[in-house]
């Protein structure tokens, strides 16, 4: 995931200042020069960029920081509030409440991915208890409603459009008004893009959007656009009553970082991007969490969030439990490379471990991963219970080591390849120690003193 590039080149500059001894005005530098490559390669604006660095520097004032202080600690606080305040644009959107109906319009121009965010949007929502229905106004595009019907019938979600009929607002007006007769609480209105800016799409939009009333306009756009996101987002902005955004494509795209920086200068708070092309390729955006994750330093709320989403309620104990003792053995490794291998529910929210994903799992090479992770699981057959319980990795001693390799028919340097991969997964693992299980409503709180 090219996204998971730029956080692992951010990450990694920030290791290797660590990994000096002594952190003066060069080594802050290089790191931040490293740094500033890697925004500007995913197409942040470069006078964004160049104020980040001015404002570390100031901040971080080396002669200042006492011996005593933890440089490393300071300069990672620093670059994680400069870019929270790039990609933050300091606004909530409008947030639609559970019961009551809301009408939520897409607009967006053609091949952003707005009809197949409205329909992850639905999913999202109704796998949170909602009650969604999709409407297609979009009578511009042959086959726009055909495919919001196939999504919408693939997620079980209400529809409504026409074959017959070619007026937009017409459609839109009457779908909103049975999806009300029926109780919807949030009423989906995806609209027609068009291959570029002009006149008539904002005409439409504007029509629709006197029709139906729509409590949030969300406006949908392709990542690759890079920082011309924001010329774009303006002009939405200045025709329809936009209320947030959605940015899609960031799974492929190099130019991510520049359209979320280049959507936040234009004050529009993002509030999902797109991952990816199915259903569930799909995530909240929040600045914090998602810097963090950025930065390698784990996105707990996410995290937490996708435990009580995806993991069966009978099993949500026992992994908490395990997690909160913060003891990471091979066994228990051994457990969760067979649900990654399964891409069972907690495959997925083991995904959102920096550890687990990123570079265990770089996205567009899971043949290779899968192939790596096969190849530790045959090792670990290889070894005693002692072993796999043991959350002591000193106990796999050379000698140890030279039978789990003999065993497996692998080389002794695999076998410590796959120690050294154990010993950096239990060192994330480690930091949940003390977990507490959170009640409904706790995450954000917990979340915050995770990051802490
Ligand atoms: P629309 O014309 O704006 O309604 O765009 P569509 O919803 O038809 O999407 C255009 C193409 O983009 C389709 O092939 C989608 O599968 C794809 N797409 C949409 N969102 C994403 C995303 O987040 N990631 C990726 N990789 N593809 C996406």
């Known amino acids: 995931m090219v996204l998971a590039q730029l956080g692992g080149s951010i990450s990694r500059a920030i290791q290797q200042m660590s990994n000096a001894t002594i952190i003066d005005e060069k080594v802050l530098n290089e790191c931040l020069n490293e740094i500033t490559r890697a925004l500007l390669q995913s197409d942040v604006q470069f006078k964004l960029v160049r104020d980040m660095q001015t404002n570390i520097k100031k901040i971080v004032n080396l002669d200042d920081l006492a011996a005593g202080h933890n440089k490393r600690k300071i300069i990672q606080q620093a670059i994680f509030n400069e870019l929270c305040k790039m990609l933050d644009p300091g606004k909530p959107s409008f947030t639609p409440k559970k019961g009551k109906t809301s009408v939520v319009m897409f607009v967006g121009l053609q091949g952003s991915g707005k009809t197949t965010t409205c329909t992850k949007y639905a999913y999202y929502h109704q796998k949170k208890g909602w009650k969604p229905a999709l409407v297609c106004a979009d009578t511009f595009r042959a086959g726009a409603f055909d495919q919001l019907k196939q999504n919408a019938t693939k997620a079980k979600i209400p529809f409504y459009g026409s074959y017959m009929e070619s007026d937009p607002v017409k459609i839109?007006?009457?779908?909103?008004?049975?999806?009300?007769?029926?109780?919807?609480?949030?009423?989906?209105?995806d609209t027609s893009g068009r291959h570029?800016?002009?006149?008539?799409?904002?005409?439409e939009m504007r029509q629709v959007s006197e029709a139906t009333k729509p409590d949030l306009v969300i406006f949908v756009m392709d990542s690759s656009i890079g920082q011309a996101a924001f010329d774009q987002a303006q002009a939405f902005k200045q025709s329809v009553a936009v209320g947030a955004v959605i940015v899609t494509k960031m799974d492929g795209h190099a130019k991510g970082g520049g359209a979320?920086?280049?959507v936040a200068a234009t004050k529009s708070p993002v509030i999902f991007i797109g991952t990816g092309e199915h259903m569930d390729e799909f995530e909240v955006f929040d600045v914090k969490p998602f810097v963090s994750r950025l930065l390698g330093m784990g996105d707990w709320s996410g995290f937490m969030d996708k435990i009580h989403e995806v993991v069966p309620m009978d099993q949500q104990p026992e992994l908490l439990q395990k997690l909160s003792e913060g003891n990471f053995t091979l066994r228990i490794m051994y457990e969760q490379f067979q649900n990654i291998l399964k891409m069972g529910p907690i495959g997925q929210?083991?995904?959102?471990?920096?550890?687990f994903s990123s570079e265990l799992m770089p996205k567009g090479r899971e043949k290779e991963s899968q192939a790596k992770i096969k190849r530790y699981m045959t090792m670990m057959d290889s070894m005693t219970n002692e072993e796999l319980d043991s959350s002591n990795p000193k106990l796999i001693n050379e000698s140890r080591?030279?039978?789990i390799a003999r065993g497996s028919g692998r080389h002794i340097r695999e076998v410590?390849?796959?120690?050294?991969e154990y010993k950096r997964l239990a060192k994330i693992w480690s930091k949940m120690k003390g977990l507490k299980i959170p009640k409904k409503g706790e995450m954000s709180a917990l979340s915050r003193n995770m990051n802490a």
Not at 416 to 420: K, S, V
């Open 172 to 189: 839109a007006e009457e779908g909103v008004e049975r999806f009300k007769k029926e109780n919807c609480d949030l009423i989906i209105v």
């Open 349 to 355: 929210v083991f995904s959102m471990l920096p550890g």
């Open 196 to 203: 570029k800016q002009e006149a008539a799409l904002f005409e």
């Open 260 to 262: 979320l920086s280049a």
């Open 401 to 403: 080591m030279m039978r």
């Open 416 to 420: 410590m390849e796959m120690m050294e």
